[in-house]
């Protein structure tokens, strides 16, 4: 398996992250993900890593081409990461994103469940701090959220894997035929749909991605919803709730994004849309629709990357991305305008980008398959997709009425790692086959014809006309939009408001009297006790103790070790025992 | 600010000096993709909507419009708090 395991070598690159300091740092930040993406070339498709614990038939590397591709995009973009997070002098960000990586490669890799789930956990819980490290209250609270709803799926997840173990004796991690579905089955597809943020389970991802740090932003929008695509294209193939799921998801991320204020926050609900082309893919379970969603997984890694990058860039230079609150920044983050605006065009899917030939596979293969009501919801989501990405986004905060606020582009290595990005964007719809020869299902697809290069425009330049008729009623405005998270964060404010208004004083309350009372009663009682141990309980123990100590000396004193006065009392005990004998 | 940054200002600033000039380029295109459709061959779409010439055209103007005002319609009725709603929740 190249040189060693992925996951290895990030955890080594996450201590090195930990322990160097200055230019020994920065080159080790660089050249850990540098070499994984390396070794992943070198890998060839087998099983690896096998080791038997508790009984337990563990295999830490099963690689294939599904995995491969995978991991190709993960080890890429945790390059491009960790290039854009050079100058954060907060050492503790790329140890948990590298520690985040590290994880996903493990569950990209793993064999049977239980590896997969240890990796899944340490997924989870060192992502979460990359939204603690922001250190503001808000995304404290947020992290804590983050990390409820991530060991609530985790639970999920190991009770569906325990009943499977139970069920079958078997942890093997393989394809599930939705005939043979059963509970054990679905709290896997579960737990792995939560992480793939699948409504009504997706609440976690808008609330804390925009809550991260601007590098955490771009490392957690690649990982988490991947890794759970990869592991229902592996496992869940052709279930049906997958593929109406999946195009109720791309409308849903879609609506909101409409309506969102914060840039990062717009995005992150484009992650819920843009992820539910893939959870679609994997629900219509033909070859090419799992190849699109693969395909998809892998453009959307890098375009979603550069656009957290772009808008994290106005985030650090301004200290804001609410789109109210911005405007007319184009004179002064040109560049950062230009990286976002190919991220934006990427993921609208414009001809010659990557978008147009990933997202183009899964719509076709909902056509294909017959779906048709699936198509037609995945190209509505496009056309929602390109009027607030592609157009809203930038318009609000690169154009539309200046803010005056002070900007300028960010430092270099951040604009290093966006051009990176920008140049797969372009690359991947340039020269598609550099993308399809790693696709895992052996088909035919040619995204560059007359017709669908036609609808694409027609899609695009449509859009805009909307966009055009409806600009004024456009403009975002601040507020906060309700979401499904308001079914918990409401209850759980409630339960906390009531502590506060009458747990937290009774027991304050049981405290004052506690020592108020109870401690005088205690003292007192201590002092009774005191005197009843000195009179009552030394004494007997003292008098038994003065008993003993004069036995001991009554009989010490028949101890004279004179001969006579052993034969006396002798004879006086033979006589004794002759008077019983007698009188009896 | 190198060059770069300076070509790209300078190209938006010429654009938006002439927002007539990039009007009738856009309506233009508009037209000319309409026109493409009508031309560009097609082969046994899986849809009625693949037959139509300038379908996606209409597809892509009614879905904007309408999903724009459908969503900014149900925020403005039942989604939209203050920004701070939850904070003063869980701030008590």
Redesign the interface.
């Known amino acids: 398996m190249g040189i060693m395991h992925p996951a290895l070598l990030f955890v080594i690159g996450a201590v090195l992250a930990a322990v160097l300091n200055g230019t020994a740092r920065k080159v080790a930040l660089v050249a850990i993900p540098a070499v994984a993406f390396v070794n992943v070339g070198l890998m060839e498709p087998g099983t690896y890593g096998e080791l038997s614990y508790l009984g337990f038939h563990l295999v830490t590397g099963q690689v294939d081409k599904l995995s491969l591709v995978f991991l190709h995009v993960f080890t890429l973009m945790a390059l491009i990461g960790a290039i854009y997070g050079l100058h954060v002098a907060d050492r503790w960000q790329p140890v948990s994103g590298f520690l985040y990586v590290a994880g996903s490669l493990g569950v990209t890799l793993a064999g049977d469940y239980l590896t997969l789930f240890i990796f899944w956990e340490l997924m989870a819980f060192s992502s979460a701090f990359l939204i603690f490290l922001r250190r503001r209250p808000e995304s404290l609270r947020a992290g804590f959220r983050y990390l409820l709803m991530h060991t609530l799926g985790g639970l999920v997840l190991m009770a569906g894997i325990f009943l499977r173990w139970q069920q079958t004796g078997d942890l093997a991690f393989g394809p599930i035929a939705p005939e043979a579905a059963n509970l054990a089955a679905y709290l896997i597809l579960i737990g792995f749909a939560l992480n793939a943020a699948v409504p009504p389970i997706h609440a976690w991802l808008p609330d804390a991605y925009p809550e991260s740090t601007v590098m955490g932003g771009v490392f957690m929008c690649a990982f988490t919803t991947k890794t759970a695509v990869y592991v229902l294209a592996r496992g869940f193939a052709g279930y049906e709730v997958l593929a109406i799921l999946g195009a109720i998801m791309t409308l849903y991320g879609v609506a909101y994004a409409i309506i969102e204020n914060d840039g990062r926050r717009i995005l992150a609900y484009h992650i819920v849309s843009q992820v539910g082309y893939m959870v679609c893919g994997v629900g219509i379970g033909t070859a090419l629709a799992v190849n699109g969603a693969v395909a998809h997984a892998y453009a959307h890694i890098l375009y979603k990357a550069l656009l957290f990058m772009g808008v994290g860039a106005v985030l650090e230079m301004t200290g804001t991305c609410k789109l109210s609150e911005l405007g007319g920044l184009y004179k002064r983050m040109p560049l950062a305008l230009v990286a976002t605006v190919i991220g934006g065009i990427a993921i609208s899917g414009f001809p010659l980008t990557s978008g147009f030939i990933s997202k183009s596979m899964v719509i076709a293969g909902a056509g294909e398959a017959g779906r048709t009501v699936l198509m037609l919801m995945l190209t509505l989501a496009a056309v929602g997709t390109f009027l607030s990405v592609g157009i809203k986004l930038p318009y609000y905060i690169w154009f539309g009425k200046d803010s005056g606020v002070e900007a300028k582009d960010p430092p270099a290595n951040m604009l290093v790692a966006m051009g990176i990005a920008a140049f797969f964007c372009i690359f991947l719809g340039v020269y598609p086959d550099y993308l399809y020869k790693m696709l895992p299902l052996p088909v035919e697809y040619h995204p560059y014809t007359a017709y669908h290069f036609s609808e694409t425009i027609q899609l695009l330049g449509f859009t805009g006309l909307g966009f055009y008729l409806l600009r004024k009623k456009m403009t975002p405005k601040p507020k906060l939009n309700l979401d499904v998270d308001w079914l918990y964060r409401t209850p759980a404010s409630t339960l906390m408001r009531w502590d506060k208004g009458w747990v937290s004083p009774a027991n304050e309350w049981v405290g004052e009297v506690y020592r108020r009372v109870g401690y005088r009663f205690a003292l007192a009682s201590a002092a009774f006790w005191s005197r009843f141990d000195a009179n009552a309980i030394d004494g007997v123990v003292d008098g038994l103790a003065t008993s003993v100590r004069d036995t001991g000396d009554l009989v010490r004193r028949t101890q004279t070790g004179r001969i006579q006065q052993y034969i006396a009392f002798g004879v006086a005990a033979l006589f004794a025992v002759l008077a019983v004998a007698v009188s009896f | 600010m190198s060059a770069?940054?300076r070509a790209?200002?300078a190209a938006?600033?010429a654009m938006r000096e002439r927002p007539h000039v990039l009007r009738a380029v856009?309506f233009g295109?508009?037209v000319l993709?309409?026109l493409?459709?009508v031309f560009?061959?097609?082969?046994g779409?899986?849809?009625i909507g693949?037959r139509i010439r300038?379908f996606?055209?209409?597809?892509?103007?009614a879905?904007?419009?309408g999903?724009?005002?459908l969503?900014?319609g149900?925020?403005h009725l039942?989604?939209?708090?203050?920004?701070?709603?939850?904070?003063r929740?869980?701030e008590?």
């Open positions: 770069l940054p790209v200002v938006l600033d856009f295109a508009l993709f309409v493409f459709d560009a061959p097609r082969h779409g899986h849809f693949d300038g996606w055209a209409l597809f892509a103007l879905g904007c419009v999903m724009a005002k969503i900014k149900v925020a039942w989604l939209e708090r203050p920004v701070d709603f939850y904070d929740k869980e008590g």
